[in-house]
């Protein structure tokens, strides 16, 4: 794949962090598409996307962002980029407007009538002081300030976090918005993943900082099955036992792993279900220790 096709491509990234060390970890995230990218807390989403963004440093590997390397072509990866994050501080400029002045003023891409319909949208208005706004509202912002530009990706960190229904249903709105145009990217972090499940394309899972998986959304999917067995214990490459009674067993089964169709030792177990996998339900079987 050529880095025209590739917006995100992460070589061989460590970054050690006290006791937690984000990596080796390596993924690829195509032009084009949306990318979901999940983890319990703690697994190193927010680490991860702050390293594309140049908010933290790796200890070594290569990051290309766009195209562009990590480190020596940072002020041109921002110029591309939009980026969203609940940690985000606003407050030092008193009110969203002049926050809004302030950053607008980076970028050339900046639309003021996109801000305003957004501001509008949301619920927001420029004269209100940001040490009063809910944590919803500051999300809101945040958002705000991140598609009234023409990035050609977004890196959006728990976007959705404090935001009701109705603003949710905007912001995906929104983001399927952006992507009808074909040449934008997104890649976004949530823990709300049936949300992702419908707006996704591609999904990235992480685990104490590694990629655990990763691929489109309907192979990855398609890829694992929950099956349920009565009878004696199964070893063979791709079974992950997930819970066991005294007769009866559940089991994450990875069908590129496995070749056995439709159980490894038919003899010593009886096959009761087979079950395909939500994300959600995938998330939680193969994070699971």
């Known amino acids: 794949m050529s880095d025209a096709e590739l917006a995100i491509d992460v070589q061989d990234v460590v970054l050690k962090l006290g006791r937690f060390t984000l990596g080796p970890i390596s993924l690829q995230a195509e032009t084009g598409m949306v ?30 962002i766009l195209g562009l390397r990590r480190g020596s072509d940072d002020v041109k990866i921002k110029a591309r980029v939009g980026y969203v994050s609940p940690n985000q501080n606003f407050a030092p400029w008193g009110t969203i407007g002049r926050a809004l002045d302030f950053i607008s003023g980076f970028y050339p891409d900046w639309d ?7 501001l509008n949208r949301f619920g927001l208005f420029k004269p209100a002081k ?6 919803g509202a500051r999300t809101k912002l945040s958002l705000v300030m991140a598609l009234s530009r023409d990035a050609d ?16 249903h ?66 063979a490459p791709g079974w992950k036992r997930l819970s066991r009674t005294e007769t009866r067993a559940t089991w994450l089964v990875d069908r590129d792993m496995s070749r056995t169709n439709p159980l490894p030792n038919p003899a010593d177990v009886k096959l009761i ?17």
């Open 153 to 168: 990706l977004l890196l959006l960190d728990e976007p959705t976090v404090g935001l009701d229904a109705q603003a949710r």
């Open 35 to 64: 990318h979901a990218l999940i983890g319990a807390n703690g697994a190193g989403k927010t680490t991860l996307i702050d390293t594309m963004i140049g908010l933290a440093e790796p200890d070594s590997g290569d990051l290309r």
């Open 170 to 235: 905007l912001l995906f709105s929104e983001l399927l918005k952006i992507m009808e145009r074909g040449d934008k990217t997104i890649l976004i972090s949530s823990h709300d993943l049936v949300d992702l499940e419908r707006i996704a394309d591609s999904v990235i899972l992480i685990h104490k900082g590694r990629v655990k998986a990763q691929g489109r959304m309907d192979a990855l999917t398609s890829r694992f099955v929950q099956i349920d067995t009565e009878g004696g214990d199964i070893v």
């Open 130 to 135: 940001i040490s009063t706004l809910s944590f």
């Open 112 to 118: 003021d009538g996109r801000c305003q319909d957004l």
């Open 273 to 289: 279900s087979e079950t395909p996998l939500a994300l959600e339900d995938l998330f939680l079987a193969l994070t699971q220790d």
